[in-house]
Antibody, heavy 116, light 106 residues
Framework: EVQLVQSGAEVKKPGESLKISCKGS????????IAWVRQMPGKGLEWMGI????????KYSPSFQGQVTISADKSITTAYLQWRSLKASDTAIYYCARPSDGFDYWGQGTLVTVSS | DIQMTQSPSTLSASVGDRVTITCRAS??????LAWYQQKPGKTPKLLIY???TLQTGVPSRFSGTGSGTEFTLTISSLQPDDFATYYC????????FGQGTKVEIK
């Protein structure tokens, strides 16, 4: 069974750093891209970027380029989304998903709350 | 960037109604379009890909049509479980979501 399991909810202060994770199982992790999607409170879905775990080839949406870093460790079938300095506007649910035809599998989401 | 515009933003309907949601792309995306359903507090669920192919396990009352720049999602007979928000997504050039259509109870 294909599964993407994300790390738990985080509460951070503005300016702090954060790295959340997404662990894939039940399929060959190195053969599929992993995408990250943001959903701000009460808002829609926004594609942030993707990574190919086999070679760590990474592409970012222009809206998120320079704001976050996507990485992966294929040895532990895990992808990451990282911030160096969080802002209150980063408060959102972050999903990882597997692009195939559309995004066929999704993680359960990680709620990130940034508040002073 | 390819922009996706859904209409309407909100739709009020009753159980048994036929419901249609439209999605327009800012440029041609051939058939590279997916539709998702999201319920409050839940993960999005893929319903349709390649504009008209039903994902495994999705009820046949859902259908998708279109190509190029204009697409529709139709629910032939709305069921209580279908009240949710629906998103289109293009994947011809990276990925872009529409802003969503909330289907609410009339």
């Amino acid at each position: 069974e294909v599964q993407l399991v994300q790390s738990g909810a985080e509460v951070k202060k503005p300016g702090e750093s954060l790295k959340i994770s997404c662990k894939g199982s039940g399929y060959d992790f190195t053969k599929y891209w992993i995408a990250w999607v943001r959903q701000m409170p009460g808002k829609g879905l926004e594609w942030m970027g993707i990574i190919y775990p086999s070679d760590s080839d990474t592409k970012y949406s222009p809206s998120f380029q320079g704001q976050v870093t996507i990485s992966a460790d294929k040895s532990i079938t895990t992808a990451y989304l990282q911030w160096r300095s969080l802002k209150a506007s980063d408060t959102a649910i972050y999903y990882c998903a597997r692009p195939s035809d559309g995004f066929d599998y999704w993680g359960q989401g990680t709620l990130v709350t940034v508040s002073s | 960037d390819i922009q996706m515009t859904q209409s309407p933003s909100t739709l009020s309907a009753s159980v048994g109604d036929r419901v249609t949601i439209t999605c327009r792309a800012s440029q041609s995306i051939d058939i590279w379009l997916a539709w998702y359903q999201q319920k409050p507090g839940k993960t999005p669920k893929l319903l349709i890909y390649k504009a008209s192919t039903l994902q495994t396990g999705v009820p046949s009352r859902f259908s998708g049509t279109g190509s190029g720049t204009e697409f529709t999602l139709t629910i032939s007979s709305l069921q209580p479980d279908d009240f949710a928000t629906y998103y289109c997504q293009q994947y011809d050039d990276y990925w872009t979501f529409g802003q969503g259509t909330k289907v609410e109870i009339k």
